[in-house]
């Protein structure tokens, strides 16, 4: 009997996603294990590995398609003795085509709009005076990538869109160039088209401003005994592959904090607080076009190399967008750390449905106040943002006192 092969979830939330490229052609014959095709969602790619065996009969979904529903049937795989008759048979139950409605058509990459008047068909002109360009956003996203002049590339996809295939046919080729965007009129300004990872996150972040009562708790560290430490550490583990970060004694601090503080490991639901048994640390991680939070399960039971090695690792496949929908969901605290980028102090926005996150900013040499004498110490500021539902002040002060009490005294980190 002939097999549909699905549109895979991966996540429990995930409703559609990209079918972004097949590894099959219809006649190809697949073996259990071998990857069948790539999907997308707006943080996450992934390989789809056939559990059967057969021949490719049909290919019901191409690549490069957005919108895909999950449970879709994509493809049909023949077992043995079954020939192109069985797939008209299997392939009846299709998924359900999208209306016939007129095609959103999308501009360049980077688009000149006029200041003054603007009317919508002005918003959608390229600035090369082009006719607006059909593309697919994992296409567009590629293309910028690439620097690519859109207007130089011939769309396979329906009704002539330029979809993936098209764009890395003409990075391959390398005949393709980006448009002298100095055409451009210099009082217009420059319109780039929302991706599936920004519209995420601007909406994400304008619903936890929105709805989560929050506040922000400051408190300085000095870290000149963490640095000190740090060096020490580094310079007796650097034959083992081993380098500490400041960052690693930040989470490990966190961590171990929350334990004190179990009521800041916490969510808000509206049946009630939930207490979460475990640590789990989200770190937040800057990549092309947004923002991702990779998890350290269990942090507080990790020791200072481990947390090391875990983020190191999830950090670079993060930036790759190989992670797992389990590495990045399911968090219950978030650090996000802007110190090697010169930030001094800022306040994060709360990652739901976490009730806080720690905003650490770069340490640097201040004058203090010490017995009375004026000193010179490396300070280091640190904010908690705090879901008022679930941490009042007195929580948050008590976990930024442990946090604090651990940083000024990073042997209590190694026991």
């Known amino acids: 009997m002939a097999i549909e092969i699905l549109m895979p979830a991966l996540s429990p939330t995930m409703e559609e996603g990209v079918l972004a490229k097949w590894h099959v052609k219809t006649g190809d014959a697949v073996q259990s294990g071998d990857v069948l095709f790539e999907i997308e969602t707006d943080k996450a790619s992934m390989e789809v590995e056939s559990i059967d065996e057969g021949v490719m009969g049909e290919i019901l979904v191409s690549g490069g398609t957005e919108d895909v529903k999950v ?90 869109r330029i979809v993936k295939r098209d764009v890395e046919q003409a990075i391959a080729s390398g005949a393709v160039t980006a448009p002298d965007t100095a055409l451009a009129s210099a009082d217009g300004f420059d319109l780039i088209p929302l991706d599936g990872m920004r519209r995420t996150i601007a909406k994400r972040m304008t ?86 939070t990779p998890v350290i399960r269990n942090a507080s039971n990790l020791g200072l190399a481990a947390i090391s090695s875990a983020t190191k690792d999830l950090a670079a496949r993060a930036r790759d967008r190989k992670l797992l929908p389990e590495e990045y969901q399911g968090g219950t605290f978030t650090i996000s750390n802007m110190g090697m980028m010169g930030i001094k102090s800022f306040a994060s926005i709360i990652n739901q449905p976490q009730a806080c996150i720690m905003s650490v900013g770069s340490g640097e040499q201040r004058p203090i106040v010490k017995d009375g004498e ?26 930024l006192a442990e946090f604090k009490a651990r940083i000024e005294n990073p042997g209590l980190m190694l026991l």
């Open 71 to 160: 449970n879709a049937v994509v493809g049909i795989l023949l077992q043995d003795g079954e020939d192109a008759s069985a797939v008209e048979t299997k392939a009846s139950p299709k998924p359900a085509a999208k209306p016939d409605l007129p095609e959103v058509e999308t501009p360049a990459a980077i688009t000149k709009v006029e200041t003054a008047p603007v009317t919508p068909k002005k918003v959608a002109e390229s600035v090369s005076g082009l006719d607006r360009i059909k593309i697919s956003p994992l296409a567009k996203r590629l293309a910028e990538q690439g620097s690519l002049n859109l207007a130089n590339i011939t769309g396979t996809g329906t009704g002539g």
């Open 207 to 292: 619903e936890s401003f929105r709805d989560v009562p929050h506040f922000p708790l400051n408190i300085d560290c000095e870290i000149d005994n963490l640095l000190a430490l740090r060096k020490q550490i580094n310079a007796q583990v650097a034959d083992d592959g081993i380098k500490l970060s400041v960052n690693d004694f930040i989470v490990r601090a966190a961590a171990l904090a929350l334990v004190k503080v179990p009521e800041a490991n916490s969510s808000y639901t509206p049946e009630g607080l939930k207490h979460w048994h475990s640590v789990d640390i989200s770190i937040a991680v800057a990549i092309d076009g947004g923002l991702i």
């Open 374 to 399: 004026l000193a010179i110490a490396t300070i280091m500021s640190v904010t908690l943002t705090c879901d008022h539902r679930v941490v009042d002040g007195a929580i948050g002060a008590r976990l």
